[in-house]
Every structure is written in structure tokens, then in C-alpha cells.
């Protein structure tokens, strides 16, 4: 139902993790995978994670019908466009733009979405 595999190192990620495994604990939920995801830059070992391949985790968002895109190290996030490619529905959060009347999908006072994704004037990503 819900998928989620990231990092936790960043406040709306931890806050994200957090809501979805409360309401994992709650009466009548339905599935929620979470796979948190941690590296070793110092030791080369960027695969921390409980999520047994790259391929579980494709898998899994094949099966989910939701999975939250939050903020991430770059605007441009990848996982938006796996979530895409897997026919899961990206769930973002909009935050204001530094350009007025816009609003961002990476950080409060981000670029705005349209100069995050491509194709923008073809494809409505609202």
C-alpha cells in the first residue's frame, strides 16, 4: 500500500518514517514497507540497508500503491521517477518557492517544480 526506501538524515524524512510507521500500528492499517537506507562512504559500502536487492526494492514499489517523495540531496529527486516507472503514485510535499506564487518539491525556498522535472511545459506534474 505504501512504500518507502530512503535515508532518515534529513528532519522531513525522519518525519515522514515516523508517520508511516504509527500508522502502521494503528487498528485496520493496511501494509506499509519502510526500508531504511544508510552508507559507509569512508568504507565504499553505500548498500545498508535491509532491502535484500535493488530488485526487492523495484518488487515492492510494483506493489504499492503510494510512495512519498521527500526531500533529498539534490532537487531532482530519482526515486520520483521510479515511483513513475513502477506505477506508484509519488506523493510529494509543497513547500514556497523562493519565486513567489511557485512551489518546490526539495526545501522550503527551493527551485519550484518546474525547473526540477523535465519536460515541464509537456507534462502536468501537479
Not at 539534490?74 to 518557492?97: E, W
Not at 519565486?99 to 527551493?110: A, C, F, Q
Request: charged share 20%.
Amino acid at each position: 500500500f505504501v512504500y518507502w526506501f530512503g535515508s532518515n538524515d534529513k528532519i522531513w524524512r525522519q518525519t515522514v518514517i515516523a508517520q508511516l510507521q504509527a500508522y502502521r500500528q494503528s487498528p485496520g492499517a493496511r501494509q506499509v514497507v519502510v526500508h531504511e537506507i544508510g552508507s559507509d562512504y569512508e568504507a565504499r559500502d553505500v548498500w545498508q540497508t535491509d532491502a535484500n536487492s535493488p530488485k526487492l526494492v523495484l518488487e515492492e514499489m510494483y506493489r504499492s500503491v503510494f510512495c512519498p517523495i521527500v526531500q533529498g540531496d539534490v532537487p531532482h529527486q530519482k526515486r520520483l521517477f521510479d515511483a513513475v516507472l513502477t506505477g506508484c503514485v509519488p506523493v510529494v510535499v509543497a513547500y514556497p518557492s523562493h519565486v513567489h506564487g511557485n512551489v518546490s518539491w526539495w526545501l522550503p525556498g527551493g527551485p519550484p517544480v518546474d525547473r526540477m522535472v523535465p519536460f515541464p511545459r509537456d507534462i502536468d506534474w501537479r
